[in-house]
């Protein structure tokens, strides 16, 4: 209840915000944090909201679609996309927004009477999606003026760079750094190992295995798990995944395999998971272990970690030790004590070592997001609503982006930035550093030719 409490609140102040600036013209002033990412100011209605307030945004400025084929193509991505349709060719989201056409126009005239948009991923955007596309239609297709947002969104970002930074192949492949015929998917990846584990297991005549076969393990079930790994997931993170994810099948399919035997199930298939993210992940996360390595040794020094990201912004990490206070204070008649933490001397070395890597990775993701929102201005795109992962702009000028941050990131990575990095650390400290990690074969300007490293 308290957590519905939330979320209704949210909702209200994210409508009252839209109510207030509708019909407006308006811009959204962005900060920087410590490592270069960017990030709007207002805080309920913006472009890295909620799916409702990304729903109820529209650009300032319009650009006019005269070839529907072409300029209201990522359009119709975007709307597949929003429903959850993105596992496909993009070739095949067009198809299934045309295949869609009367279910679109009956949303699109009576969203309250025909709610079939309340069943896509992202409902709201859907739904606005729907509103444009009608428009779209209803006005012949030719000449219209489209406002949406249309974004293109990364393979698991996070595991994309880490790829390209230890040149890994395999990485660069399950989460389509290069190129291929079809998207890959990195969350069915590591979930068919896991299935493979489980059969396995089955054959030796485990009766949890063979529940867990029966039960069905997918793509949701890795999906958290391995979309924090390389921002500092650990086995615990990753069994809380796993039970959030078992609890809500379990409540929607009315289902309870396990009964009392749940708790153990789940550490076991948690263990499976955490296995086959390590078997598939293999150098991702020997750059990810070479990089705490590094930093453990200024942490013995009780020195911060400094280096200058591709774009040459200075990123300083400082985790100070803190220590635990409590306030006890009254409201009317009942005591209530306020907890906070007070910085001492001396730096933590536990969070200097586990937030370099996803420190790192944020630096460099923002640095391509700053890449490319200057050539996109260079190239006459004004018009941006960007996500760290997911960069949006008119249907129109959408191909236009997406060249244009691949090439960001061609540029960027084709540096070593292990040995930039290792550079830099060496002058701060005298000691001794790790050896950087073995590279693969992954060429950084494989991605130049990637249709889906964003899409």
């Known amino acids: ?23 407006k013209h308006f811009q959204f002033p962005h900060q920087i944090d410590f490592r270069g ?50 596992k496909v060719t993009l070739d095949e989201r067009v198809k299934w927004v045309h295949s869609r056409k009367k279910e679109i126009h009956e949303v699109y005239s009576d969203p309250r009477t025909n709610d079939w948009w309340t069943e896509a991923d992202d409902p709201w955007q859907f739904l606005a999606f729907c509103f444009e596309w009608g428009d779209l239609l209803a006005h012949g297709g030719r000449g219209f003026k489209t406002r949406l947002p249309c974004a ?7 595991i994309q760079l880490l790829s390209l930074l230890g040149r890994d192949e395999i990485g660069g492949a399950a989460t389509n750094v290069t190129s291929t015929d079809v998207p890959a998917d990195l969350y069915s990846f590591v979930s068919d190992r896991v299935n493979a584990l489980l059969l396995d297991d089955a054959k030796k005549g485990d009766h949890v295995a063979t529940a867990w076969l029966k039960f069905g393990v997918d793509r949701k079930t890795t999906k958290r798990p391995v979309m ?20 809500e099948k379990c409540m929607s399919k009315n289902l309870d395999p396990f009964g009392k035997e749940s708790s153990q199930a789940i550490g076991y298939l948690s263990n499976l998971v955490w296995k086959s993210m390590d078997q598939c992940l293999q150098r991702p ?41 409590r306030i006890m204070t009254t409201l009317g008649e009942k005591a209530m004590y306020i907890r906070y933490n007070e910085e001492t001397e001396g730096l933590d070395k536990k969070r200097q070592a586990n937030g370099i890597s996803p420190n790192f990775v944020h630096s460099l993701d923002a640095s391509v997001a700053q890449q490319t929102a200057v050539y996109a201005k260079e190239h006459g795109i004004r018009s941006l609503a960007m996500v760290h992962d997911s960069f949006a702009t008119h249907s129109t000028n959408a191909d236009k982006l997406g060249v244009l941050l691949r090439k ?14 290792q550079d830099e650390i060496k002058s701060q400290t ?9 590279y693969g074969t992954l060429d950084p300007l494989e991605v130049l030719g990637s249709e889906y490293f964003f899409a």
């Not at 293109?152 to 996070?158: I, L, T, V």
Request: hydrophobic share 35%; with cysteine.
């Open 228 to 247: 924090v790994k390389p921002y500092g997931g650990t086995r615990f993170s990753c069994k809380d995944y796993i039970s959030d994810w078992y609890a």
């Open 152 to 158: 293109m969104d990364a393979s698991n970002n996070g």
């Open 285 to 325: 996360n020997r750059v990810m272990k070479w990089l705490q390595d590094t930093v453990r040794v200024l942490g013995h020094e009780q020195t911060p970690v400094v280096w200058t990201t591709p774009m040459g912004f200075k990123v300083r990490q400082r985790y100070a030790n803190v220590s635990r206070k």
């Open 430 to 438: 005298e000691k001794e550093l790790p050896d950087l990690p073995p």
């Open 37 to 86: 990412r960017m990030y709007p100011i207002p805080y309920f209605l913006s472009p890295q909201g909620t799916d409702l307030s990304k729903a109820l945004l529209l650009f300032s400025e319009s650009e006019t679609i005269w070839k529907p084929e072409t300029e209201a193509r990522w359009l119709a991505i975007h709307g597949a996309n929003c429903f959850g349709n993105d």
């Open 408 to 421: 960001s990131t061609a540029e960027i990575f084709s540096t070593d930035l292990l040995l930039k990095f």
């Open 1 to 23: 209840n308290m957590s519905l409490r939330s979320q209704r609140l949210h909702v209200l102040k994210t409508l009252w915000t839209g109510d207030k600036f509708a019909g």
